[in-house]
């Protein structure tokens, strides 16, 4: 089973500015990385998929990066609506299907 | 616009059984593979169950093998979780998830969940 592992836990950061969010496999998973955004009391929402694609309707404030075993979601300028954990999830090997354990991401 | 809606949710005890449905809309049901994927209170989302698009492909965590079986029904665009034995540790919102190819990888849309709550 690959192990996803996120980091930071918790990130602050202000309005307008940058925010880097990282994603860990145990092993390689190519690029079949996606990026989910979960608000309190919502269902996750797809935002990145294949490591770098943007899902429809996804603004382009959002970016994905990485292969193998190391990727990274980046959002450009942060907006007040970006406050969210946000989740992981590899699909190169499965079952199973399997999920970074989140980043939150707070108003500094 | 792609729906998914999720029902079925509720209290049970410790050993009981459950049947979790989903109602898809919106897209062609039967070109998708379908997924369940569970959220513990307070906890990150873990991944349940998958079916292919044609049901010749079924997939389950470890931790619901033998006890939860996934089904789908294409001409009503449904899709099915069959829970027995259930613990307290399977506790969760129940979330029915799309993949937008034949067989699973990641989940592009997601119904708003059920609660499934497993408590004497």
């Known amino acids: 089973e690959i192990a996803m592992t996120q980091s930071p836990a918790t990130l602050s950061v202000s309005p307008g500015e940058r925010a880097t969010l990282s994603c860990r496999a145990s092993?390689?998973?190519?690029?079949?990385l996606a990026w989910y955004q979960q608000k309190p009391g919502q269902a996750p929402r797809l935002l990145i998929y294949?490591?770098?694609t943007r899902a429809t309707d996804i603004p382009a404030r959002f970016s994905g990066s990485g292969s193998g075993t190391e990727f990274t979601l980046t959002i450009s300028s942060l907006q007040s609506e970006d406050f969210a954990i946000y989740y992981c999830?590899?699909?190169?090997?499965?079952?199973?299907?399997?999920f970074g354990q989140g980043t939150r991401l707070e108003i500094k | 616009e792609v729906q998914l809606v999720e029902s079925g949710g509720g209290l049970v005890k410790p050993g009981g059984s459950l049947r979790l449905s989903c109602a898809a809309s919106?897209?062609?049901?039967?070109?998708?593979?379908m997924s369940w994927v569970r959220q513990a209170p307070g906890k990150g989302l873990e991944w349940v169950s998958s079916?292919?698009?044609?049901?010749?492909?079924?997939f389950e965590a470890n931790s619901v093998r033998g006890r939860f079986i996934i089904s789908r029904d294409n001409a009503q665009k449904s899709l099915y979780l069959q829970m027995n034995s259930l613990r307290a540790d399977d506790t969760a919102v129940y979330y029915c998830?799309?993949?937008?190819?034949?067989?699973?990888?990641?989940?592009?849309?997601w119904g708003p969940g059920t609660l499934v709550t497993v408590s004497s």
């Open positions: 919106g897209f062609t049901f039967s070109s998708s593979a």
């Open positions: 294949g490591a770098s």
């Open positions: 079916i292919s698009s044609s049901s010749a492909y079924i």
């Open positions: 998830a799309r993949s937008i190819t034949s067989r699973p990888g990641w989940f592009d849309s």
């Open positions: 092993q390689s998973v190519s690029s079949n």
């Open positions: 999830q590899q699909y190169d090997i499965w079952p199973p299907f399997t």
